[in-house]
């Protein structure tokens, strides 16, 4: 395979396993404690969560799993602490 293009067409199991196996190689290092706890979150947990709870999650542990540019973190949980704020 040469691009993302091909393997996503593709139907060769083997491309598949071989790339996903190299998920991890991209994951950064400090990141990857974060991914695996998100990996196998139980999500019937977070339908338990008060409106506090949620707004934790989300700047605790999705933004961080999903803005790893620090600059992007920042700008979005700054969004995020208004509403915590304002409870």
């Known amino acids: 395979m040469n691009s993302i293009s091909e393997l996503w067409y593709s ?3 083997q491309a598949w396993t071989h790339a996903l196996a190299r998920y991890w190689d991209y994951v950064q290092l400090a990141n990857q404690a974060l991914e ?11 339908k338990h969560l008060d409106a506090r709870g949620w707004y934790e999650f989300l700047h605790d542990k999705y933004f961080a799993w999903k803005y ?3 600059n992007y973190y920042v700008t ?3 969004r995020l602490q208004w509403y ?3 409870e």
Request: charged fraction near 50%; proline fraction near 0%; charge should be negative.
């Open 84 to 86: 915590i704020d304002k």
């Open 76 to 78: 979005t949980t700054r």
């Open 68 to 70: 790893t540019q620090k």
């Open 11 to 13: 139907h060769d199991e």
């Open 36 to 46: 695996r706890e998100l990996e196998n979150l139980d999500v019937d947990s977070l």
